[in-house]
C-alpha cells in the first residue's frame, strides 16, 4: 500500500497570491477545514511546503 498523507485546510484563501491559491486547489482544497487523504509524494510534500500557513498535515499513514 502507498503512504499516504492526510492535509487540513487551516487557513484562508481570501486575500492571498493567485499561486497560493492554485496550491491549495491543485491538493483538492478550497474550503476552511476541509480535508484530503493523498499520496506522500514528493510534489505534494513540496506544494505543502509552498504554502504552510495555510495547511497543515495532520496524519500520515503506511
Do not use: F, W
Not at 513540496?46 to 495555510?54: D, F, N, R, T, Y
Amino acid at each position: 500500500m502507498a503512504k499516504t498523507i492526510v492535509v487540513k485546510q487551516i487557513g484562508s484563501a481570501a486575500r492571498r497570491p493567485d499561486i497560493q491559491r492554485r496550491t491549495l486547489i491543485g491538493l483538492g482544497l478550497n474550503k476552511m477545514h476541509r480535508t484530503r487523504e493523498l499520496e506522500d509524494t514528493p510534489s505534494v510534500r513540496g506544494m505543502v511546503a509552498k504554502i504552510p500557513h495555510l495547511v497543515e498535515i495532520i496524519e500520515e499513514r503506511g
